[in-house]
Every structure is written in structure tokens, then in C-alpha cells.
């Protein structure tokens, strides 16, 4: 079950209340690059080649969608063209805030990978078979998503029963 519509407000008050000290130590962390630390475009290629900004720009613009239609189920006076202008003015920020997390996940790649892995890693992503699969990979996230929400469901239906078990065995007075 999705809760986007309490989540993704506050998940992303968060987000942009971290903004200016993980600049911070982005800045000091790329001030302690060694020789061996891939350079900033380089990361920035392989963030590209491999879909990472193209699978964050997915999961927001999911949480976007359910906004809008909450939005739209809660206000229902509201004209259609309205919450079209609404979407289209939340793409653009969309694309503002994926070019700030891509400059957040720079420092992780260079905290993580070498120069040499970069550049292989790089290699793997310029072929067109690799490409091929990147692209396929928000269609197939999309698809595993089910999978995800019915375990998320099974794992917390069982430990609800479980924490239910066990406490009614403290209240009997039985040691667990």
C-alpha cells in the first residue's frame, strides 16, 4: 500500500533542509581527492550512462503524480488545465532538483570508486547492449515495484502476528 501522499512533503522538506551542508562536504571531500579519485565529469558519465539520474527523476516523478492526484481527488472544483499547469511547472522542478542530485551522488561515486573502475565501468556503459538494458531498467523497476509493496506487506503482516504472540505471552507471564 502507498503512502506517497504524507511521504514524499516531508521527504522532501528533508531533503532540501540537507542541501547546503552536504555541499559543504562535498567541497571538503573533493578537497581530499587523492590521485586515485575519479574526476567529477568522469562520475557524472557514468552517473548518465548507467540510468542513475533517469531512476531518481522516476521515483519523483512518481511521488509528483500521486501529489497532483491527491490534489486532484481533494479539490474537485478545481478546472482540469489547473493541475495540468500544476504538473508542468513541478516537471521543471523536477529537472532543477535531479541536477542537484546528481551533484549529491558525485562525492558517493568518488568516495566508493577508483579512477581505473570509473573508467571501466564508463567503457561498459558506452556499449550498446548495456545501453540497451539501462534503458530498460525504469520499465523493469516499474514491474518489480508489485513485488516489493507484497513482501513489504507479507513482512509486516507477520510481525504484527508475531509481536501480537509475544505479548500476550508477557501479559500470561511467561518468559519469551
Same mark, same amino acid.
Given at each position: 500500500m502507498r503512502h506517497h501522499s504524507t511521504v514524499f512533503p516531508l521527504a522532501l522538506c528533508l531533503w532540501l533542509t540537507t542541501?547546503?551542508? @552536504? /555541499?559543504?562536504?562535498?567541497?571538503?571531500?573533493?578537497? @581530499? /581527492?587523492?590521485?586515485?579519485?575519479?574526476p567529477d565529469a568522469a562520475v557524472r558519465e557514468y552517473i548518465d550512462l548507467f540510468g542513475y539520474r533517469e531512476m531518481l527523476e522516476l521515483g519523483v516523478r512518481q511521488q509528483l503524480a500521486a501529489v497532483v492526484e491527491l490534489v486532484r481527488q481533494t479539490r474537485p472544483e478545481l478546472q482540469p488545465g489547473v493541475l495540468e499547469r500544476l504538473r508542468t511547472e513541478?516537471?521543471?522542478?523536477?529537472?532543477?532538483e535531479s541536477e542537484r542530485g546528481v551533484a549529491e551522488m558525485v562525492p558517493v561515486f568518488q568516495r566508493r570508486l577508483s579512477r581505473q573502475d570509473v573508467e571501466y565501468l564508463i567503457g561498459v556503459g558506452r556499449d550498446p547492449r548495456m545501453r540497451r538494458i539501462v534503458a530498460l531498467q525504469p520499465q523493469i523497476a516499474t514491474d518489480l515495484e508489485g513485488i516489493g509493496e507484497r513482501l513489504n506487506e507479507a513482512v509486516t503482516a507477520r510481525a504484527g502476528q508475531r509481536i501480537q504472540e509475544r505479548l500476550r505471552q508477557l501479559r500470561q507471564?511467561?518468559?519469551?
Open positions: 542541501l547546503a551542508p @552536504m /555541499a559543504a562536504a562535498a567541497a571538503q571531500a573533493k578537497d @581530499m /581527492a587523492g590521485p586515485d579519485t575519479p513541478l516537471e521543471g522542478d523536477v529537472r532543477v507471564g511467561r518468559e519469551l
